[in-house]
């Protein structure tokens, strides 16, 4: 990537739970709070380890702005890509 021009890429794969468009803020904080008490649980963090991950929680707006970072980055990579949807 550095090559192609994107000297600061770096990639990691992540999953999240996502609610629907609309969920009232005080649900989705809710649901924020319990699923990182799950994943903060050793035998869900050996699970994942096990299967080669690592676990990370993140408030809801350090969430929003890295979904924001990756989606932002990946526009501008397809853009300069010229990459068609057929």
Do not use: C
Request: charged share 30%; proline share 6%; glycine share 8%.
């Amino acid at each position: 990537m550095k090559e192609a021009g994107f000297a600061e890429f770096v990639f990691y794969g992540w999953g999240m739970l996502f609610a629907p468009s609309g969920t009232p803020p005080e649900i989705v904080r809710k649901l924020n709070a319990e699923i990182a008490k799950v994943v903060a649980e050793p035998e869900v963090k050996k699970i994942i380890a096990d299967l080669g991950g690592e676990t990370r929680t993140l408030p809801l707006d350090e969430l929003k702005a890295y979904v924001k970072h990756d989606a932002d980055l990946f526009a501008t990579i397809v853009r300069q890509s010229g990459a068609k949807v057929e």
